[in-house]
């Protein structure tokens, strides 16, 4: 099973900007679609962003569109969330998961497994 790692949640004020990291094994990296959730208080945990190692394809979530990019290193197995302009309403526990069959593309979110530990975010004034 694909081991992945979350990092760089935090407290921010609101329009403020935070960078996620998801670490993950070379194998993973290399032939899975990482994909990034949140799950706030009292609400079920949604898929907001994933790209995929197969085509590059890249799938934001409305709610986030032209405020985060997701992007990967691949000399350091890694794919970021750069979160920009953040609202209170972004306040969760994110995570990263990878799917085989690198499918990115907003429809296949129950194929994500493999969850990280998960990463406090908290926009907050």
């Known amino acids: 099973q694909a081991q992945l790692v979350e990092s760089g949640g935090g407290l921010v004020q609101p329009g403020g900007s935070l960078r996620l990291s998801c670490a993950a094994a070379g194998y993973v990296f290399n032939y899975y679609a990482i994909g990034w959730f949140r799950q706030a208080p009292g609400k079920e945990r949604e898929g907001i962003s994933c790209i995929s190692s197969r085509d590059g394809s890249i799938y934001y979530r409305d709610s986030i569109q032209g405020r985060f990019t997701i992007s990967r290193d691949d000399a350091k197995n890694t794919v970021y969330l750069q979160m920009n302009s953040l609202k209170p309403e972004d306040t969760a526990v994110y995570y990263c998961?990878?799917?085989?069959?690198?499918?990115?593309?907003?429809?296949?979110?129950?194929?994500?497994?493999?969850w990280g530990q998960g990463t406090q975010v908290t926009v907050s004034s």
């Open positions: 998961a990878a799917s085989y069959p690198p499918r990115c593309d907003g429809n296949s979110w129950e194929d994500f497994s493999s």
